[in-house]
């Protein structure tokens, strides 16, 4: 048995469900002995100070009992900690932090290999995506994973890579890559309508009641998490973005609400601009089509664009279900008819499904 040690930092839904599959398959696992050295939220941390391996099932309590502690500093006493490991060592940054993110090159010039589900290191600035894979590719630098920042736990940013290195050339990307704006037009603007008609706003509320938008939905309806998403796609397939803003991307809040003071007042005001929404919505009809929040990427004229489109009704796209993902790869191999990966693009499981076969592949990969 091969001893690896991981220390996971941020332990919300997604970490949760992360240190719970990590658990199990700690168990299941005939080649190797996961030790977790290291589980920090924002103030309180459980440390494994002999490198022993913290106890998986009874973390939670433990966290929050007298044997939670101030968490290590950041980077300067979690380097240190985690460099002193005595086997191969992976870091879990399950945050959404972008303090952490920068951080990456380091820890990844020290041999620490790095698996997350955290957009921010992939695609704030370019310096930031570069210096991270040129610290990963020098000699001794650690191995990184980051297939759950994209589709969550979705086979995306995998079928991009073996899309590239088997040589075939991607000619465009598009897709659904927002659980909350897939869910919030596939009830505002249904393929089948049954009940009464929604209005946008309503649709908004209620998407936000169900616990599917940020608690201020302005930063869903912003459009900067899909392109953000789209950033790290157009990256990896080699057409060097310099920032996540640096293409059009349409914003669904109403000017006049973007300095709105809280998010009630902002969903208080929506529905004052209700009838744009319903402009739009309708025109899509009268074409047989229906609106959709789409993002693309069209790799030879080297477009990034994040916004509305009407979709034919009878495409794959208008036909997409609740709050799935859905990823269209047009390729030279593929020709006319894209490669299509579809599923669910949120939620913590999945998500940390992402993550932990990241984890394993970092494994495979170990001498
Ligand atoms: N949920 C999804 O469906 C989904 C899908 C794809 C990607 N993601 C990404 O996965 C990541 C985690 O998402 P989540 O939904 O689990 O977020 P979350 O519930 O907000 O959890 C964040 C966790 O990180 C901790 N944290 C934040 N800053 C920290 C710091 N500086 N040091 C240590 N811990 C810190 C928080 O501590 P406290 O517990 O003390 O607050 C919390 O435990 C995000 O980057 C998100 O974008 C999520
Ligand atoms: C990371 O932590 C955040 C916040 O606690 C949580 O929402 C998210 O689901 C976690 N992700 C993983 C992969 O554990
Ligand atoms: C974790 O704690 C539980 C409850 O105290 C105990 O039954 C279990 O054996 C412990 N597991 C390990 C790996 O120490």
């Known amino acids: ?21 990590l658990n199990a398959y700690a168990l299941r696992s005939k080649k190797y002995t996961i030790s977790t050295i290291l589980i920090s939220r924002s103030s ?27 968490p290590p500093s950041f980077p300067d006493e979690t380097l240190k900690f985690l460099t002193s490991a005595p086997g191969p060592m992976i870091l879990v940054d399950n945050t959404s932090s972008e303090t952490i993110a920068e951080e990456y090159p380091r820890f990844l010039s020290s041999g620490v290999h790095l698996v997350t589900p955290n957009k921010k290191g992939f695609s704030s600035s370019l310096a930031l995506f ?17 297939e759950a920042t994209v589709g969550a736990g979705l086979p995306v940013l995998s079928t991009l890579k073996d899309l590239i290195d088997t040589g075939d050339e991607i000619v465009k990307i598009e897709g659904v890559f927002s659980g909350t704006m897939s ?3 596939n009830s505002f603007a249904p393929l089948s309508p049954s009940g009464a008609e929604k209005s946008f ?5 209620e998407a936000r009641e169900l616990g599917y938008t940020e608690p201020d939905p302005r930063d869903d309806l912003n459009g900067l998490d899909v392109a953000r998403k789209l950033t790290i796609l157009a990256r990896l397939s080699g057409l060097l973005v310099t920032e996540p803003t640096s293409f059009p991307i349409q914003s669904l809040i109403p000017k006049p609400l973007e300095s709105a003071a809280s998010a009630e007042e902002f969903l208080a005001g929506l529905a004052g601009f209700d009838g744009e929404m ?16 789409v993002g693309s990427l069209d790799v030879g004229k080297g477009e990034v664009s994040v916004g509305l ?16 993902n859905i990823i269209s790869f047009y390729t030279r191999r593929y020709g006319e008819r894209a490669m299509i990966v579809q599923g669910a693009g949120a939620g913590a499981d999945v998500t940390a499904m992402g993550v932990l076969s990241d984890l394993i592949k970092v494994l495979e990969r170990l001498k």
């Not at 570069?130 to 980051?146: L, M």
């Not at 706003?201 to 509320?205: F, G, L, P």
């Open 130 to 146: 570069k210096a991270i894979y040129a610290a990963s590719e020098a000699q001794n630098g650690g191995y990184v994973f980051h």
């Open 44 to 70: 309180k941390a459980l440390l494994s100070k002999d490198y022993s391996g913290l106890n998986l099932t009874t973390w939670e309590s433990d966290i929050s009992s007298s044997s939670g502690v101030k």
């Open 309 to 324: 489109r009407n979709f034919d009704r009878g495409s794959t796209v208008a036909g997409l279900k609740g709050s799935d």
């Open 183 to 185: 869910y919030l037009f």
């Open 278 to 293: 319903h402009k739009v919505k309708t025109t899509a009809e009268s074409e047989g089509a229906v609106v959709r929040y």
């Open 201 to 205: 706003s309503a649709c908004v509320a």
């Open 1 to 21: 048995m091969s001893k690896v040690y991981v220390a996971v930092i941020g332990a919300g839904g997604v970490g949760k469900s992360f240190i719970s599959q």
